[in-house]
């Protein structure tokens, strides 16, 4: 679940973050809002999940995404995310579905759901929710472990690829930490794309919630995530209600106007 090799350093929301970046090998066992965010043996979870992000590198250069994201979910848990010798990314998953405004949602979409661990949370905040994965294999795993609740659906599809049939069809649509890996490159034109794409799986008034790695924000890692989310931001599709920082992630909250607010049009080329 996480791109780097390290977890670190002091992290402050109402200030700039000190945070790692690759090859800082220091490690911060923080506090954030009076909780343990994450425990020493996460570095666990941070140097496996390293490992699956350069296989899973090396094999869609030759081999293409299904096949390389397939490859990884093979083990079982690719990015250590059920495992539960790890804190972090439970707490996170948890963070997130907190920051949901409160409401009840008809129909959400887990976008890249992965083992359907966020999709999960999800629940008891939708009527119903679909998840969806690249990865068969993933899409197999997330089926067969959340069959006790039957609201909870996952399928395989690639979401550059969405059929148009899921338009305008969910009122909440998560996207955490599947961005990034899109195929490179990811220009600013493309990340447009994409938002102004995403934005359509929306009803009027539906929401979007955007997380994504985020430590100093100066490291690559991070400025890929900013402008991932400046994509978003950027979107006439989509308004930003609300931004969360937390160690190490960057959150965005998002809402698709009303109808009153005209066709989603803009060019990517625009401003
Ligand atoms: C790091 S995992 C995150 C999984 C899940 N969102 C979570 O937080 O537990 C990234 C997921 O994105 C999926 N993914 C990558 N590219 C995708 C694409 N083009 N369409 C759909 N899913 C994709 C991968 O298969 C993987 O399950």
């Given at each position: 679940?996480?791109?780097?090799?390290?977890?670190?350093?002091?992290?402050?929301?109402?200030?700039?973050?000190?945070?790692?970046?690759?090859?800082?090998?220091?490690?911060?066992?923080?506090?954030?809002?009076?909780?343990?965010?994450?425990?020493?043996?996460?570095?666990?979870?941070?140097?496996?999940?390293?490992?699956?992000?350069?296989?899973?590198?090396?094999?869609?250069?030759?081999?293409?995404?299904?096949?390389?994201?397939?490859?990884?979910?093979?083990?079982?848990?690719?990015?250590?995310?059920?495992?539960?010798?790890?804190?972090?990314?439970?707490?996170?998953?948890?963070?997130?579905?907190?920051?949901?405004?409160?409401?009840?949602?008809?129909?959400?979409?887990?976008?890249?759901?992965?083992l359907?661990?966020?999709?999960?949370?999800?629940?008891?905040?939708?009527?119903?929710?679909?998840?969806?994965?690249?990865?068969?294999?993933a899409?197999a795993h997330a089926?067969?472990?959340?069959?006790?609740?039957?609201?909870?659906?996952?399928?395989?599809?690639?979401?550059?690829?969405?059929?148009?049939?899921?338009?305008?069809?969910?009122?909440?649509?998560?996207?955490?930490?599947?961005?990034?890996?899109?195929?490179?490159?990811?220009?600013?034109?493309?990340?447009?794309?994409?938002?102004?794409?995403?934005?359509?799986?929306?009803?009027?008034?539906?929401?979007?919630?955007?997380?994504?790695?985020?430590?100093?924000?100066?490291?690559?890692?991070?400025?890929?995530?900013?402008?991932?989310?400046?994509?978003?931001?950027?979107?006439?599709?989509?308004?930003?209600?609300?931004?969360?920082?937390?160690?190490?992630?960057?959150?965005?909250?998002?809402?698709?106007?009303?109808?009153?607010?005209?066709?989603?049009?803009?060019?990517?080329?625009?401003?």
């Amino acid at each position: 679940m996480c791109r780097f090799v390290t977890v670190a350093a002091s992290h402050d929301a109402a200030g700039p973050a000190e945070g790692p970046s690759r090859g800082d090998m220091s490690v911060a066992i923080g506090r954030f809002g009076g909780f343990l965010f994450m425990s020493p043996r996460d570095i666990g979870l941070f140097l496996r999940s390293a490992r699956t992000d350069a296989s899973i590198a090396r094999m869609r250069a030759t081999d293409g995404d299904l096949a390389a994201f397939d490859a990884a979910y093979e083990g079982g848990d690719p990015w250590a995310s059920a495992d539960p010798r790890y804190v972090y990314q439970r707490r996170k998953y948890d963070v997130l579905a907190s920051l949901l405004p409160p409401r009840r949602f008809a129909r959400a979409l887990d976008l890249g759901s992965g083992l359907g661990l966020m999709a999960r949370r999800l629940a008891a905040h939708a009527d119903e929710v679909v998840g969806i994965d690249i990865s068969e294999a993933a899409v197999a795993h997330a089926t067969t472990a959340h069959r006790d609740l039957p609201q909870l659906s996952f399928m395989q599809g690639d979401m550059m690829a969405l059929p148009a049939v899921l338009e305008g069809s969910f009122d909440l649509l998560v996207l955490a930490d599947t961005l990034y890996y899109l195929p490179p490159p990811l220009t600013d034109a493309t990340l447009k794309e994409v938002a102004l794409r995403l934005a359509r799986l929306l009803r009027p008034g539906g929401v979007c919630l955007l997380a994504n790695h985020y430590f100093s924000g100066a490291d690559a890692d991070s400025r890929l995530s900013r402008r991932i989310h400046q994509a978003f931001a950027w979107s006439p599709g989509l308004q930003v209600t609300a931004e969360h920082r937390r160690p190490f992630y960057l959150v965005t909250m998002l809402e698709r106007p009303g109808d009153d607010a005209g066709p989603i049009t803009r060019s990517v080329l625009g401003t």
